[in-house]
């Protein structure tokens, strides 16, 4: 695609000279009282969206947008540290009673899907209309209309807000894709439903601002996958999407994980869906379903309910492997894949117990939670398509060997729990644990 002006610097100046004039007209209606602060930091979301369309027909080169990111960074943050900025131009950005960052990983996500999208405009389009439009009429909706929120890390949302977002992306995906691709009427429905509801959950998951980066970058991800696929296709995966949020909306009554973890774990176990097939939800579905009853429910305020960083710590190894296996291919993934979710269920087991009787590690404990993690083991390693002897036994000594890296990470001997391992510490012990687990399993099974 060829450049519009006869030089990048005429398009750098150009953008620049159009976020100056939206910035001051922002300060100039903010000053004058006309409206609220929210509304004033959205509209500069919006004009920036704007302005972030034009940028594929000004630039045919990415080192033009680098610097163009990096200057408005420099700008932005000199609207925060420099008093005179702070107090005037920045409290376009500043006047709302809320800390976030957003401004700075808007920018990081435009550049990001300008590098990876810059050759299909419409793609790259959609992707910034998602971020300008459906985020704004999330936050603006849940804001004034929410009367149902849910808690994530640092602050809430609303269910009136994800319906608005899930509206907005939905019209931002089907419309350009039926008026300027040649996807049929049918496929552009399908392609916007899988893509709004897919980033509906991720934006209910992001927190201070990380939205801005995280739903332009997975909108142009859906898109380079589901823009190739037919009907029926398309309809498999809607159910799958659909048949995991049923299963976190019915389980959410049996399980002490928050509403953002549910719908973490929804995203999550729909990664692992498409990066392997449906044996790859086996092991994680097996864990969630049955924790509960395996290990008891521990006493938990509502205050106390896990969020979503506990799920992303848990899934964190199972995402590696995962990921590896969509790229390299192959079975030999799957078996450490089943395993470090059996170890995740014998190390939360301990940490259940721990929270209810506080005691050191004793070897029956341990023994009693890796027999309780083959209810995760034996049905995943069943479904293998196939399964060597080696890969077996690395799969069984992976369990305890989490165990043991967890308990020598977390506990002193003749002590009680140390803070690592303290129920506010589940992610770390968890996280670490599985992750060692792994790594003896891939030893094992590459001899």
């Keep these: 695609m060829a450049a519009i002006p006869a030089s990048p610097w005429l398009g750098l100046l150009a953008v620049a000279t159009v976020f100056a004039l939206l910035l001051g007209t922002l300060t100039l209606i903010q000053r004058l009282g006309r409206l609220q602060a929210e509304l004033v930091r959205k509209l ?80 790259y389009s959609i992707g910034i209309l998602i971020l300008a439009v459906a985020d704004t009429a999330a936050a603006l909706v849940g804001v004034g209309y929410g009367q149902h929120p849910f808690a994530v890390p640092g602050g809430t949302k609303s269910t009136e807000g994800s319906i608005a977002f899930f509206l907005a992306a939905f019209l931002c995906v089907h419309v350009p894709v039926l008026l300027v691709t040649p996807v049929g009427r049918p496929e552009s429905l399908l392609v916007a439903l899988d893509v709004g509801l897919l980033v509906m959950m991720a934006e209910a998951n992001a927190t201070r601002g990380s939205d801005n980066v995280v739903l332009p970058v997975l909108v142009v991800v859906l898109l380079h996958m589901f823009l190739d696929m037919g009907v029926d296709e398309l309809l498999v995966h809607t159910g799958v999407i659909v048949a995991l949020g049923l299963f976190v909306r019915i389980y959410r009554r049996h399980t002490n994980l928050s509403g953002d973890a549910l719908i973490g774990a929804a995203l999550i176990g729909y990664l692992f869906w498409v990066f392997g097939d449906w044996r790859w939800l086996v092991a994680p579905v097996t864990l969630f379903s049955t924790y509960i009853w395996l290990l008891g429910r521990p006493r938990l305020r509502a205050a106390q309910l896990f969020h979503v960083n506990v799920i992303y710590a848990i899934a964190a190894p199972g995402v590696v492997l995962a990921t590896a296996h969509a790229v390299f291919g192959g079975e030999r993934l799957y078996p450490p894949f089943v395993a470090v979710w059996s170890a995740n269920l014998a190390v939360i087991g301990v940490l259940h117990g721990q929270r209810q009787q506080p005691l050191r590690l004793s070897g029956r404990a341990a023994a009693v939670n890796c027999l309780k993690s083959l209810a995760v083991l034996l049905p995943g390693l069943l479904v293998a398509n196939t399964l060597t002897l080696a890969g077996a036994l690395a799969a069984l000594l992976s369990v305890p060997s989490a165990l043991l890296v967890f308990a020598g990470f977390g506990f002193i001997p003749g002590r009680r729990m140390t803070p690592p391992a303290t129920w506010r510490g589940v992610p770390l012990a968890v996280g670490t644990g599985t992750l060692i687990s792994f790594a003896l399993v891939a030893l094992v099974l590459s001899l």
């Design 44 to 123: 500069f979301h919006l004009g920036s969206g704007a302005l972030a369309l034009t940028l594929p027909w000004l630039f045919r080169d990415l080192w033009p947008v680098l610097l163009l990111g990096a200057a408005s960074l420099l700008a932005l943050m000199m609207l925060r540290v420099v008093p005179v900025l702070r107090t005037g131009p920045g409290q376009v950005l500043l006047g709302v009673p809320r800390s976030s960052s957003g401004e700075f990983w808007f920018v990081v996500g435009v550049v990001l899907v300008f590098a990876i999208a810059r050759d299909s405009v419409v793609i």
